[in-house]
């Protein structure tokens, strides 16, 4: 950044690792620059969970919008996937949606493949709610079109949910609060954190075992079955 850059005022261009690139107006940098400083993102509680739908069901693009959110409110996936998903990811030969998809490599933080379950009611509801209003672009086979008739980058979509939380008032929610809420849920229903791993995708226990420390419930929980 230039000496001098305000943040208030200026806005400017991210370049990503993978050189793509994220435009900034003044107002998503300062959200960028408080989440930076504050670490990992919210979570969204059922309460706040449901004030999310009304507020998207509200919002233009909605349902496209609500199916993404879902993905990684009620499928832990994270938004790099959500944006590769091809349409041939979540419907099979014969049309119908799919309960389990297969993850590809490519699109899959870490590299290698794993099954991602996609057989919560609510989530396929949205899904099915998406897919006949889905638009059709020649030579477009992402899952979910931009408004300009495209796929979605990695980094775009993390900005439309990052303006989207912003916007229904969750400030220190990120585009990683649904995958981190979809974690909680899963702890506080009771299942193992082996199964949280598998769920997640992540390499290392010690990753998955963050999400548990900084639960209290679970760790309530535990307590009383010792």
């Given amino acids: 950044l230039k000496e001098g850059f305000n943040p208030q ?13 994220m435009f900034l107006s003044p107002k998503s940098l300062k959200r960028l620059v408080i989440m930076s400083k504050q670490g990992k993102a919210s979570t969204l509680d059922a309460i706040q969970h449901q004030e999310m739908l009304q507020f998207l069901s509200n919002s233009r693009h909605s349902k496209r919008n609500t199916a993404i959110y879902l993905l990684t ?11 590769g998903l091809r349409l041939n990811d979540v419907i ?13 490599s490519s699109i899959v933080k870490g590299g290698k493949n794993y099954a991602a379950y996609i057989n919560h009611p609510e989530l ?17 086979d992402a899952l979910f079109v931009s408004q300009k008739g495209s796929a979605f980058t990695s980094n775009s979509l993390s900005h439309l949910m990052l303006k989207l939380y912003h916007s229904a008032g969750f400030e220190q929610a990120s585009s990683h609060s649904g995958r981190r809420s979809f974690a909680t849920n899963i702890l506080r229903s009771g299942v193992d954190i082996v199964a949280l791993k598998t769920l997640m995708n992540h390499s290392n226990i010690a990753t998955t075992a963050e999400y548990v420390s900084h639960n209290e419930d679970y760790l309530k929980k535990a307590v009383l079955g010792a």
């Fill in 92 to 104: 099979d030969s014969s049309g119908k949606l799919k309960e389990v998809i297969n993850l590809h």
């Fill in 73 to 83: 409110y009620r499928a832990g996936l994270r938004i790099g996937s959500v944006a």
């Fill in 124 to 140: 396929r509801q949205a899904l099915v709610e998406y897919l006949s209003i889905r638009p059709t672009r020649k030579g477009v």
């Fill in 9 to 21: 005022k200026e806005a400017c261009i991210i370049i990503t690792e993978k050189n793509d690139y």
